[in-house]
């Protein structure tokens, strides 16, 4: 699988869906991982930290996005969808509720998304949250 891990857009966001250590362990299991060059500025790692991890540093956000699975921090917005598509597993805070447009673009375009505030484990903890 690719595994893409696009830099933050959001005002005031500074962290990273994907910590080098993360790259680490998806590389070692055989996953392709790229990772948008300044990615994890805001939370400390610098591109050579992901490189060592094994990740593929790209230029912009489309190359990441064109992954299989992308990683994100918080929920995509609107300048994001154009990257939306059918194949798209997208893993991050999504906030659904209270995100009609989010909401209403992923079922058009059947986008699959997994939101970090909905896992659960057996006993009920939301151990993302």
């Known amino acids: ?56 540093l790209v230029d912009t956000a489309g190359e990441a996005w064109a992954a299989d699975m992308v990683v994100k921090v918080k929920e995509p917005l609107q300048e994001e969808y154009q990257f939306f598509r059918r194949d798209l597993i997208l893993y991050t805070y999504l906030h659904l509720a209270a995100a009609e447009e989010l909401t209403r673009e992923m079922l058009e375009t059947k986008v699959k998304g997994i939101a970090y505030e909905t896992i659960q484990t057996d006993d009920g903890h939301l151990p993302c949250l």
């Open 1 to 56: 699988m690719i595994i893409g891990c696009p830099r933050e857009i959001k005002k005031q966001e500074y962290r990273v869906g994907l910590t080098p250590h993360c790259v680490s362990a998806y590389s070692r299991r055989g996953h392709k991982v790229l990772v948008q060059k300044g990615a994890g500025e805001g939370s400390g790692f610098e591109d050579p930290e992901y490189a060592e991890a094994g990740a593929r």
